[in-house]
């Protein structure tokens, strides 16, 4: 695919704007032949005297059911007929019509508990959610059950009364299986009929006991749902029974042999098994089927595998006959992919895909996963799991942004859609060439910084999400510096993951917490469990995808709503368990954290066991955690001492530098004192407090440098501490060059039919429902007669969607050819008057060389706002640039050019500054 086609299909679907549907309903109307209500329980005698369809007395359609019916004493009598198990929700309804010749009939719904096991007969218990009673004899009357959360709420109230507190009785997970009529309206003869069933707001799951799991062991499971049910870990990998391994799935969670997981995978690149479980994750995840041989090494090592399914089902489904016919072969598999950047489009096939991939492995039932940049709502019906996959780091999105992008996901998926969510773990490949290019192949060794990479892992977990799926472009075991400092940033996260996996992979996220103060970049996001909640503060300062800022600061407070007198406060890192200061203020806990960092979370708990099994915990990750935080702390001052220098060097007063590195310093070398005594906690605490004065360095040297720029993504170096010396060389090398002709003779948007003859195209999404706009408006253009105008508006008479699902409507520019190596100015004026809703990604430019990772984000301007960007040739190719609206709103585009970059003016290059091909590139120091 071209570059030009590859800028249209990320509009397509890659985007944060997304369209809330409405939820699943499902409506019979009796029209068949064949009764469907059965007899059920119930401690009153019935007898069915006649039962069938019929036509005489009926509410709508043709026929109705019939039933004559005869009650002894009692108190209830039930009919039932089942349903697919959808989850507990408040949008979830149901209504029947009935006709009766007494009153008294009531309808309800059975509750499913799977996370309490009932004693009394090995699998979970069940309430009776009660709706409304039928009054008006020899009528139809409309029956419904309505809230069925409140209704939950109640009987589960009920149920603890009643057993006095014997059993702890965990309703998280319960779905509703079965619509039941009470048809007892005392002893003697009842005759009625139903007709017209509707069920609204239904999320279908599929509950424990359906697959390959006993349903015991699963209720056992679930019921416990804390840390106290988990094993304890071993020293070295983890390790699982192979011989008799399962996957199975109930809801949100995941139950690889019978355990609650976190799914913590990494793209396989070719390394060893052994080193990827040495580094903490637990699966990997390939893009071609498993060969026998990977998939035994991989359950030797105790790593699960996520793959596509046997044969080439991305190309045609019928390929899909060649797999073998006995699939317990791939019982290493913990999940099928089912595809990545699927659209509307793709659904026909995918559905097909899925359908024979169920109907195959239908003993084991793996679930399936799939990524879809659009129609999430029908992607999310086909398959158990959803990947949300949308590059932040390095980008304009910032992080506050970019988990608004997550919620949104699971608001245009049907309600109650687990998801996993991708992160990368090395810059954008796209930046990569770029630098690769204006360095003439010498580009610095780059890596993500530890805290960006920690941070959008917390916002995953923030977001609800039950699995990270890291990508990786090159091998984890290369060997150079950037390599082996991603590896021990992964291992150290994975530690953390590792040991906060009880509330990762069963927590319920709650509200997010406001750190107490004034302008404190700092949130701290909640996942409860039934016997404790865990904290996730989280600097939330601007710009933290690019360079965070200092991301630490003293006495941060937390007033934690609901928490009871008894719970206790401990501040959780891998090395240890620390109490916090902790007391009741109105509002709820008041929680201190006397030195907030990067790696803080908080742990609440009035559990000792909970406590007892972090503690075993910690005795096996503490001492590795004391000494990864110490490398990561090491390669960080190393590299900030070599970007620090080159920054002087290009002439550039850096000053705070010197007192910043000497802090880091200092406390490095009392870390390395610390560390003779044994106290891995401290030793620990120690290398974080030294990454401070690091950030701080980071951030002052790039908000002096980047700042000088309209955006960070003008420049390819501008967007990566690492690259800031080759940006001072780069400006003052492009602030004295001479620019070639400009190469969009239409960019002055002065006559639309010579913009489309020249090659200018307006797209718009097919499926979108809102009417769009492309012309050339006379209303304040910043040069000439008019300006480029975008608009995507509400069709008149109705309300503009929440959340807008793909760009309504976006244009490409004419291709401009350039040779390899060329070095270009992207030039032009931007204006959007008003905030664009629905999105948050507001105007995006993107150009077709670096694509989304070095896009331009314009939401609010008000005035013509310009905008700069210098990109280097990868090769002799054409370059496009796509200017899109994603969500409601207007924008306006004027006076653009792309003007190739030639020569100084009159000098040569500045000193660290050398000629590559038609390209002036910083020289490598």
């Known amino acids: 695919m071209n570059r030009t086609g590859l800028a249209i299909v990320l509009l397509c679907g890659m985007f944060a704007a997304r369209v809330a549907l409405a939820q699943d309903d499902w409506q019979d109307d009796f029209e068949s032949f064949e009764p469907v209500w059965r007899q059920d329980a119930g401690d009153a005698q019935m007898r069915i005297d006649r039962h069938f369809r019929q036509a005489q007395i009926v509410h709508g359609g043709k026929l109705a059911e019939w039933i004559e019916l005869t009650m ?14 959808s989850a507990v929700i408040d949008e979830w309804s149901a209504s029947l019509w009935v006709w009766a010749n007494r009153p008294g009939v009531t309808l309800l719904a059975r509750a499913v508990l799977p996370r309490t096991l009932n004693p009394a007969t090995g699998g979970p218990y069940t309430v009776l959610l009660h709706g409304t009673r039928y009054g008006d004899v020899d009528r139809w009357q409309r029956l419904e059950i309505r809230d069925p959360v409140r209704l939950l709420q109640s009987e589960v109230r009920l149920l603890r009364a009643r057993l006095g507190g014997s059993t702890t009785i965990d309703p998280g997970e319960a779905y509703i299986d079965q619509l039941l009529v009470d048809a007892y309206a005392g002893s003697g003869r009842i005759s009625l009929a139903l007709d017209d069933m509707r069920i609204a707001g239904a999320v279908a799951v599929r509950p424990p006991g359906r697959r390959t799991t006993p349903a015991t062991t699963v209720a056992a499971t679930l019921s416990s749902n804390d840390v106290a049910s988990l094993p304890e870990p071993l020293a070295g990998t983890e390790t699982r029974n192979v011989s008799a391994a399962r996957v199975d799935h109930n809801g949100t969670l995941l139950l690889p042999d019978g355990r609650t997981m976190f799914v913590r995978s990494i793209r396989y690149r070719g390394e060893s098994l052994s080193f990827l479980g040495q580094l ?7 893009q071609t089927p498993a060969s026998a041989a990977l998939l035994d090494e991989a359950q030797r090592v105790g790593l699960w595998v996520i793959c596509p399914p046997p044969a080439d089902t991305a190309e045609d489904t019928g390929a899909l006959s060649s797999a073998p016919s006995n699939w317990s072969a791939y019982s290493g598999v913990l999940a099928w992919q089912m595809g990545w950047e699927l659209a509307e489009a793709d659904y026909d096939e995918a559905r097909a895909r899925i359908d024979f991939v169920r109907q195959r492995d239908r003993l084991a039932g793996r679930p399936l996963v799939c990524q879809a940049d659009s129609d999430l709502r029908r992607y999310s019906r086909q398959v158990d799991f959803l990947i949300a996959r949308r590059q932040a780091l390095g980008t304009s999105l910032e992080l506050v942004a970019y988990r608004r992008w997550l919620d949104e996901q699971a608001r245009l998926a049907r309600p109650g859609t687990p998801f996993w969510v991708t992160l990368p773990t090395e810059p954008d490949p796209a930046l990569l060439d770029q630098i690769s290019v204006l360095t003439g192949g010498n580009a610095p060794s780059l890596s993500l910084a530890p805290e960006k990479l920690r941070l959008a892992a917390l916002t995953a977990l923030a977001s609800g999400s039950r699995g990270i799926l890291f990508e990786s472009n090159t091998r984890l075991d290369a060997g150079d510096p950037a390599t082996e400092r991603r590896a021990r940033v992964l291992e150290l996260l994975n530690l953390e993951l590792k040991l906060i996996e009880p509330w990762a992979a069963t927590g319920s996220p709650g509200e997010v917490i406001p750190a107490a103060g004034t302008n404190v970049p700092v949130t701290a996001a909640v996942l409860k469990t039934r016997r404790s909640q865990m904290l996730l503060p989280m600097w939330t300062g601007a710009s933290s995808q690019w360079v965070p800022d200092q991301a630490a600061l003293n006495n941060v407070t937390f007033v934690v709503p609901g928490v009871s007198e008894e719970t206790r406060a401990y501040e959780l890192t891998p ?14 806990q008041e929680i201190r954290l006397a030195e907030f960092g990067v790696s803080s979370m908080v742990l609440l708990t009035s559990d000792d066991e909970v406590i007892a099994h972090l503690s075993r915990r910690l005795n096996a990750t503490r001492s590795r955690a004391a000494q990864l935080m110490t490398d990561v702390a090491l390669a960080k001052y190393e590299v900030a001492t070599q970007v620090s220098q080159g920054i ?18 200092a406390l490095l070398s009392g870390q390395q004192a610390t560390s003779l005594s044994g106290a891995e906690s401290d030793v620990y605490q120690q290398a974080r407090r030294a990454m401070r004065p690091l950030r701080m360095l980071e951030r002052a040297a790039w908000d002096a440098v980047a700042g000088e720029l309209s955006s960070p993504v003008e420049s390819p170096f501008a967007v990566n501490f690492a690259t800031l010396p080759q940006q001072i060389a780069f400006a003052n090398n492009v602030s004295g060059a001479v620019v070639g002709a400009n190469q969009m003779p239409t960019g002055s948007c002065e006559d639309l039919d010579t913009m489309q003859r020249a090659g200018w195209r307006p797209w718009q999404h097919e499926y979108t429902p809102l009417e769009i706009g492309v012309a050339l408006s006379p209303s304040l253009p910043h040069g000439g007669r008019s300006c480029l105008s975008l608009t995507a508006r509400a069709a008149a008479g109705t309300p503009p969607p929440d959340v807008v699902e793909s760009p309504p409507v976006w244009v490409t520019t004419p291709p401009v050819r350039f040779e390899a190596s060329q070095l270009v100015k992207i030039h032009g004026w931007v204006r959007v008057r008003q905030p664009i809703a629905g999105t948050v990604d507001g105007l995006l430019v993107i150009d077709s060389w670096t694509g989304e990772a070095l896009a331009s984000r314009f939401n609010q301007t008000g005035d013509w706002r310009e905008f700069t960007l210098y990109r280097a040739a990868p090769q002799t190719t054409e370059l496009t640039l796509t200017f899109a609206l994603t969500g409601v709103g207007e924008a306006s585009i004027d006076d653009l050019t792309i003007e190739p970059v030639l020569r100084p003016a009159t000098a040569p290059p500045p000193s660290g500054i050398a000629r590559q091909g038609s390209a002036f590139t910083p020289a490598p120091r």
């Open 648 to 665: 002087v060097d290009r002439g550039r007063a850096f000053p705070e530098a010197g007192a910043r590195l000497q802090m880091a310093q």
């Open 575 to 588: 090395a240890g368990l620390h109490p916090l200061r902790h007391e009741r203020v109105t509002g709820g």
């Open 280 to 286: 903490g994750f637990n699966a990997i995840e390939l």
């Open 72 to 85: 002894g004493n009692g108190t209830h009598a039930h009919l039932s007929r089942q349903l697919t198990p």
